[in-house]
């Protein structure tokens, strides 16, 4: 039982899990912003635009809701409180994509930055040792360097 505690602990300290966790924390907060910009921001100008419509109140019943006096128990398909959380979505997804976009260009920019690397040393094939490119000998064993030392 130790040892599985231990291992626990070593995966939980990794970088990668700690990482993860901090992006699912971030990643809930922003996806109360995003819902709270769709649902207070957003939604109301559109649906004041179209006649003072509340969207999360856009249902269409599946039984004749003269039977029930609380329509809230009434079966029904809330298409505007998807409309609203497809918009969240949206909203959600556009930003990780700008988010990889900017990761990507900065990557980018990365690789142009590091200037190509040019080989000046090879491996001699007798002593492992490293000698000059152009060597015709090994200046550590003396073997003679033919075409098959370039490493």
């Not at 959380?85 to 590091?114: G, H, Q, S, Y």
């Amino acid at each position: 039982m130790l040892r599985i505690v231990k291992e626990f602990k070593e995966f939980a300290m990794k970088g990668n899990v700690i990482d993860l966790a901090v992006g699912v924390i971030i990643g809930g907060a922003f996806g109360k912003i995003v819902t709270s910009l769709v649902n207070d921001i957003i939604m109301p100008p559109i649906g004041t635009i179209l006649g003072k419509v509340d969207f999360k109140d856009l249902k269409l019943y599946l039984v004749d809701t003269s039977n029930y006096p609380d329509l809230s128990k009434a079966p029904a398909i809330a298409y505007g409180q998807f409309i609203n959380v497809m918009l969240d979505f949206l909203i959600v997804a556009f930003c990780i994509f700008l988010l990889v976009k900017v990761i990507n260009i900065l990557r980018r920019d990365e690789k142009k930055a590091e200037p190509p690397v040019e080989v000046t040393e090879k491996d001699c094939p007798y002593c492992l040792s490293k000698v000059p490119i152009k060597a015709t000998r090994c200046k550590h064993c003396t073997s003679q360097l033919g075409e098959t030392a370039h490493g």
